[in-house]
């Protein structure tokens, strides 16, 4: 239910603060400006640690914005390994090298090769196709590089869409118009399956 969420979120941010209407006989939400009630320095109807409330709300301090959440440096660096994973349904690879590819493919040559999900997944809910052994190519690096070459792009098997999207606007920022023509009609393509 909705209990474990509103328990996680929690961990997010403070009690409320309201006195729910104990103090004074009416609620500290009710007041759209801060007032001094007596001498002893009440606000909202709070006293003591209350006090450095504003309209029923705790004034945060402001964020410090000069560091940068620092991302671990062992994710960062981390390389996945090669991954094997056999059922009853069939086997998938992960492997993260090329000669690892060409060995997997040498023992299971009706293989098919995967990067995402697009086109397996119409054959197998549509055409009802059968892959006992898929093989992800996600995880070799080369494979999904973008590069420009002094005569164009060479683009990964594995690059992923968005990627190349990305590259593509970068190079045309940079490159004369006529020279884009090629790029743009890739990205034209790109967009209809995006």
């Known amino acids: 239910g909705y209990r474990p969420i509103l328990d996680a979120f929690k961990t997010f941010a403070g009690d409320d603060p309201c006195c729910g209407g104990r ?3 009416r609620c500290c939400r009710e007041s759209t400006e801060s007032t001094q009630a007596d001498d002893a320095g009440q606000q909202n109807g709070q006293q003591g640690e209350d006090a450095g409330l504003q309209n ?13 959440h620092v ?10 390994p090669s991954l094997r994973i056999d059922s009853k349904g069939g086997k998938w690879f992960r492997p993260v090298t090329t000669i690892e590819l060409k060995r997997i493919l040498k023992e299971f040559p009706l293989a098919k090769i995967i990067c995402g999900n697009t086109e397996i997944g119409v054959e197998r ?16 690096a080369e494979l999904s590089d973008i590069r420009s070459t002094p005569t164009g ?7 992923t869409m968005t990627d190349i999207l990305r590259e593509i606007g970068v190079a ?16 034209d393509q790109l967009k209809w399956f995006g």
């Open 23 to 25: 103090k004074n006989g």
């Open 56 to 68: 029923g709300f705790q004034t945060a301090e402001e964020p410090n914005t000069d560091s940068e």
């Open 71 to 80: 991302f671990p440096r062992e994710l960062v660096e981390r390389k996945p």
């Open 125 to 140: 809910k549509y055409k009802n196709l059968q892959c006992p052994v898929l093989i992800s190519l996600q995880g070799i």
């Open 153 to 159: 792009f060479e683009i990964g098997a594995a690059a």
């Open 172 to 187: 045309e920022s940079c490159l004369e118009g006529s020279k884009c023509e090629t790029l743009r009609a890739i990205a």
